[in-house]
């Protein structure tokens, strides 16, 4: 079965330094990654997503995300992080045609 | 923004009670999906619909079904409610390329507050 991997709850950073978001992932075949940001009452918001033979993600809001097959990660990464990307970040691979598995979302906290 | 509306966003039911949610896609979408987002939790998979047809299932029992309508829009009906029901209750469409890498555009979601 598929699934995604989040190892860390929250992660804080200041504002203006590099950001990483990690997710790893488990799956048979090739993976169909994403990530999703959701604000507070809010529903989730496509960010980026993987297509094979492409390693380095370029997403919206200047976020982008690098696969590693090697690794099985996909972390999301942002080399300078602001106060209004301080969200709940979601990592989900596709399973099969119809739904995609999440993980269990970091929460990201950016501090001025 | 995306263009999914959902509505009612906020409800509050007694253990028992049956409830519906409604989803309108966005524009020139014929596929829907619906999530289960419990608190502190990612969303979980209930089911989708393709031209009005339940095109997969998630692990939720049967109580949880739905409807899709000709105009897209999509219904997700809840029996016998629990008070494990309690959580964000997502709606998704998206393109109907059928493209595993296709992208799903959320709706706010309802909030559904079983007592």
């Known amino acids: 079965a598929q699934s995604v991997a989040q190892p860390e709850d929250q992660v804080n950073v200041a504002e203006g330094n590099p950001l990483t978001v990690k997710c790893t992932y488990s799956?048979?075949?090739?993976?169909?990654l994403f990530w999703y940001v959701q604000y507070p009452n809010r529903g989730l918001q496509f960010l980026l997503k993987?297509?094979?033979?492409?390693?380095l993600v370029k997403g919206s809001y200047g976020f982008e995300a690098e696969f590693n097959k090697s690794q099985t990660s996909f972390h999301l990464k942002k080399p300078s992080a602001l106060v209004s990307d301080s969200a709940l970040y979601f990592c989900?691979?596709?399973?099969?045609?119809?739904?995609?598995?999440f993980g269990t979302g970091t929460r990201l906290q950016v501090f001025p | 923004e995306t263009g999914v509306t959902q509505s009612p966003t906020h409800l509050i039911k007694t253990r028992g009670q049956q409830v519906t949610l409604r989803c309108s896609s966005q524009?020139?979408?014929?596929?829907v999906s619906w999530y289960q987002q419990a608190l502190g939790q990612g969303p979980q998979f209930i089911f989708q619909?393709?031209?009005?047809?339940?095109?997969g299932r998630g692990n939720f029992p049967p109580r949880f079904s739905g409807l899709q309508f000709p105009n897209y829009s999509s219904e997700l009906n809840v029996n016998a409610l629990e008070l494990d029901d309690s959580a964000l209750y997502l709606c998704?469409?998206?393109?109907?390329?059928?493209?595993?890498?296709?992208?799903?555009?959320f709706g706010s979601g309802t909030q559904l507050s079983v007592l």
């Open positions: 799956v048979s075949g090739n993976p169909y």
């Open positions: 524009s020139g979408h014929n596929t």
């Open positions: 993987y297509i094979t033979g492409d390693n």
């Open positions: 619909y393709y031209r009005e047809e339940e095109n």
């Open positions: 998704a469409s998206s393109l109907p390329t059928g493209a595993a890498n296709e992208k799903l555009f």
């Open positions: 989900a691979v596709r399973d099969g045609g119809d739904k995609l598995i």
